[in-house]
Each structure stands twice: as C-alpha cells, then as structure tokens.
C-alpha cells in the first residue's frame, strides 16, 4: 500500500531554533507539495516541485523557510529561524505530472515555543 | 484572488440522514474542483474530483455536483453513517497543481 510518509510527526521546539521536516513521496511520483495548515488560515499551498525543481514557491516565506529536493525519494522543508507563527500542521502531498490527484501524508505538527 | 467558502462549518445530524455540504468560489475561471475528506490527525483523502467541463461525479453514496457560473459545488452524502465523521473540504485549482481551499465543514453523524 503506496504512502506518502512524513518525518517526525509531531515536532516542539523554541523560537529561534532550526527546524526540518521531510517526506518521502510515492515511488515514481514526480510531483511533490509542501502545505500548511491552521485554524486562522486553513490549508495553503508553500511550495511544489515537478522532477525535484521548484516549480513554484510563492506561498512561501523566502526569508527563513527553504524547500529542496535532494532526491526523488526525499523532499525537505526547513525553516531557520523558527517563530511562533509558525506553529502549524505541514504537509506533504505527491503526485503524477499530469494528473490532478494528490496523495496526502499525514503532516508534522510544528509547536514553536 | 480566489477565495473558497464552505457553508455550514460545523453539521450534526442523526445516521442515515442525506446531507448537502456547500462550497462557494468567487471566480468562476477553474480548471477542477475537488471535494476531501480530513480524519482528526491525518492528512487528506480526495473523493472527488470535477473537471471544470463536467457537471458532476458520483462515487458510491457521494454525488459532487459543479455549477462553475454561480461559482457553486455541493457534496451530497445519501444515507450518512457515523464512519462519515470527518472534515470536508473543498478545493479549487485555478489552474492546475494550484489548490486554493475552503476552511472546511466538519461532520458528526450520530448512531
């Protein structure tokens, strides 16, 4: 049973310190989202990649957040410095190019303290 | 900008009631249209998905309907058990890979 599976699942840290999530999309997707969600904001689109480029990432916060593909199998998101408002779930989604199915993972709950 | 709306954020009825979910999108220029279903803790599971050409899709007790020029989709649940309980959202692609999402209507279907 293909999943997408996100590292770690629940994460506390401090203000300031650096924080990094990952995810593994579906062997042989080529399409990965990073998203977030919170009660004030709902879910909103960060970033997404097509053949491990950046695509878009005009959702996201350019000063301190950074997405990456290393490989296909692995897609990172970081943030340096962490800040309170950044408390929230992320997720990661994956895809094929092409189709307009998204295949969820079950999210990283970000407490910063 | 697209915005999504769903309409009522919070709805309790008895099991094996039909219900009616509602999502309202200020432009009408999209390219599909996808209903989801979100477990407390977990990520998101698509249900269905229109095409901005198609009127409606139905999946076994789910019909997802889509009205593009009054900026309107609704999702119909016949015959609601308590394993329905979950959080329904709405999502609009403006174009592709580019969802926009509604907050939400988070259902209890009661024994």
């Known amino acids: 049973d293909a999943r997408v599976t996100q590292t770690p699942r629940h994460k506390v840290t401090e203000m300031g310190q650096e924080v990094t999530m990952r995810c593994q999309p579906i062997l042989g997707h080529n399409t990965v989202f990073w998203y977030r969600q919170t009660m004030m904001q709902g879910l909103e689109l960060l970033a997404y990649f097509r053949n491990r480029a950046p695509l878009d990432d005009s959702g996201m916060p350019k000063d301190r957040f950074s997405a990456e593909m290393p490989d296909a199998t692995l897609a990172t998101l970081k943030i340096q410095p962490s800040e309170p408002r950044d408390s929230a779930v992320y997720f990661c989604?994956?895809?094929?190019?092409?189709?307009?199915?998204?295949?969820f993972g079950p999210g990283t709950r970000l407490t910063v303290l | 900008k697209q915005e999504v709306t769903q309409i009522p954020a919070a709805l309790s009825v008895p099991e094996g009631e039909n219900l009616v979910l509602n999502c309202s999108f200020t432009?009408?220029?999209?390219?599909?249209l996808q209903w989801f279903r979100q477990d407390p803790g977990k990520g998101l599971t698509s249900l269905l998905l229109?095409?901005?050409?198609?009127r409606e899709q139905t999946s076994g007790r789910l019909n997802a309907s889509l009205d593009k020029s009054s900026g309107r989709s609704t999702l119909y649940i016949a015959a609601s058990q308590p394993g329905d309980s979950a959080t329904y959202l709405c999502a609009v692609n403006p174009r592709p890979n580019d969802m926009r999402f509604g907050a939400g209507t988070r259902l209890t279907v009661k024994p």
């Open positions: 229109i095409q901005s050409s198609q």
């Open positions: 432009d009408s220029a999209i390219y599909n």
């Open positions: 989604a994956s895809g094929l190019a092409g189709t307009d199915t998204q295949y």
